[in-house]
Structures are given as structure tokens and as C-alpha cells.
């Protein structure tokens, strides 16, 4: 437990927490974006994971789930929700909540909810997931609708959504080139 009151350890810890949440968040972005690089900067290469029926590690993990992906789902999107972080020295435990949503092949959607239970270990200066278990608090399967505002023309003029190097997420510079356009309401 950090003291209130020494501000450079509570600095510390707040950097170290920083550090914690953006390795998660590089992990979620490598698994949308099939990013396998950025996937396994998240993790040390002696991690093991548990998540579903897998139980491997990193790189097993990221091969394993982007076959299936692919065979199951056009798109996945994976949202952090809460998040707790105990440090302890070198040594971190963390619970995340998670809540992930998949466009399926088959035109049905998946929306599950859980949560990350890892344990960080920093080495070398850098935090990096060191062994996980994912719960799977609940998961429901429901029918696609059509996408309103796949209508608007330009729509797709700033860039497109792609599971790879060539979503607009990894534009730069990012500008939009969209034409200004303010829709009337009523």
C-alpha cells in the first residue's frame, strides 16, 4: 500500500497503473485489428493464458483465436470497462472488466461480458501481462439489423473498417475529408 502522503511513490504508482491499462489496451487493439505484433507486446513470452477452452500461450492464443475469428466473425470489438489494479513491487493483479461484441459471418451478433483476471510482472522496466484467466460472466447470440447509416454516401470517405493494417485507425496523419454536412433533425 502506497502512503497518501509521498507524493513521488504515489506518482510512481499512478505511472505504473498507466503503463498497466495501455499494455491491456494494446492487447484489445491488436486482437480487433489483427495486429499480431501489438497483440503479443502485451504479454512476456513465458505467459500462460486461460481464456474459453484455451489454455496456451501468447502467441498460441493470438494464432489459435485469429482462425477462428476469421471463420466465425466479420468484425470484433473489445471494450475495457472497470478496472482494478493492486501493485505490489514488481508484481501486479488486475481485474478487468470486459464486454466484447462480434459481427458473425452467419449475420448474428455475439455480445459477451466478463472479466480479465491477470497478474502483471515488470521486467525490464516494462509491464507486461505474465499469466490470465478470463470469466466469462455471460453471453447471448442475437439476430444482425440492418446499419442505418450505411446509406450515407460519403460515409466511408475518411477511411474503412478493416481487421489489419488498413484500418483507419492506423491512417497518419488522420484528417477527415468528409464534407461538412449538419443532417436536419424533424
Known sequence: MVDIRDREARLDALLDRQDIYDCLTRMQRGTDRFDRELFLSAFHDDAI???????????????????????????????LLNHHCELDGDTAHTETYYLYIAANHDDTNILAAGRYIDRFDKRDGEWKVAARNT??????????????LAAVADILANGVVARGKDDISYKRPFENVRARFVPPLG
Open 135 to 148: 470469466v466469462i460472466e455471460w453471453s447471448v447470440v442475437q439476430p444482425a439489423l440492418d446499419n442505418p
Open 49 to 79: 493464458i486461460a481464456a474459453g477452452p484455451f489454455v496456451g500461450t501468447a502467441a498460441e492464443l493470438y494464432d489459435w483465436s485469429a482462425k477462428l475469428q476469421a471463420m466465425m466473425h466479420k468484425g470484433t470489438l473489445h471494450s
